[in-house]
């Protein structure tokens, strides 16, 4: 990752806030522990590949709504599940169980009652590992469910607040697919916050790819856990 130091932004805050950047993505993707344990897969594994805005598949919007194109980081990715669409959806809107399938969600909430649906809040926390420039903290996303169609797609949004890191604003689209040999997911993220916005070349390039290598271990967990035996 390149740092470069100019008079408005001197190399270190420059670093500082790659450093913060990566942590999050780090987080709210759903890798933070950083090992490569069961639930911290390679990013690149073929079961799921990630794309950039250029690549996201042709449908992707839901209920007319979709990521923001324009913000500081955007990132999608895809993944084909051994199982019928109405078994993916329903582990993976059964929000407050993701803590027993994704080791990067620590609690997770529903703010609401009744069935997932278009009106449907959680509030769930994510650790983001110490890094150089910032000791370790936790990040609480407040996700707002935009619009949803049981069964085939789902987009939310909402801030993540940390002591130290906040994204104004996350985006987030899924779209489920039923195929010959089960479902096709897609997804796709943007995020919204100055301390993105400062970003430019290869540091945003690298906190992108690292959203997008997150993207496919939340893919790769639901992949696992929707085709486990017990299901």
């Not at 000791?135 to 949803?148: M, N, Q, R, Y």
């Not at 985006?171 to 916005?197: C, M, R, Y």
Request: aromatic share 6%.
């Amino acid at each position: 990752m390149h740092i470069s130091a100019s008079p408005r932004h001197p190399a270190r805050k420059a670093a500082a806030t790659v450093a913060a950047a990566v942590a999050l993505s780090i987080a709210l993707s759903g890798c933070a522990s950083g090992d490569s344990g069961p639930g911290t897969q390679d990013a690149r594994t073929p079961a799921a590949s990630a794309t950039g805005a250029a690549g996201q598949a042709q449908d992707d919007r839901c209920g007319g709504r979709s990521t923001d194109s324009g913000a500081a980081v955007t990132r999608s990715a895809d993944i084909d599940i051994d199982a019928p669409a109405e078994q993916v959806w329903d582990v993976h809107t059964d929000v407050v169980r993701w803590k027993e399938w994704q080791d990067a969600v620590l609690t997770v909430e529903r703010l609401d009652s009744g069935a997932f649906s278009s009106t449907s809040r959680f509030r769930w926390t994510t650790p983001v590992p110490a890094s150089e420039f910032a000791p370790a903290d936790t990040l609480t996303i407040t996700s707002g469910v935009k619009h949803v169609e049981s069964g085939r797609c789902v987009i939310w949004e909402g801030p993540a607040k940390g002591k130290a890191i906040t994204i104004d604003k996350g985006t987030h689209l899924w779209i489920f697919t039923k195929t010959d040999k089960g479902t096709h997911v897609h997804t796709q993220e943007s995020w919204d916050a100055p301390l993105l916005d400062s970003l430019q070349g290869a540091d945003r390039d690298a906190v992108a790819d690292m959203l997008g290598g997150g993207l496919e271990v939340w893919l790769q967990a639901l992949k696992a856990e929707v085709e486990a035996p017990a299901n």
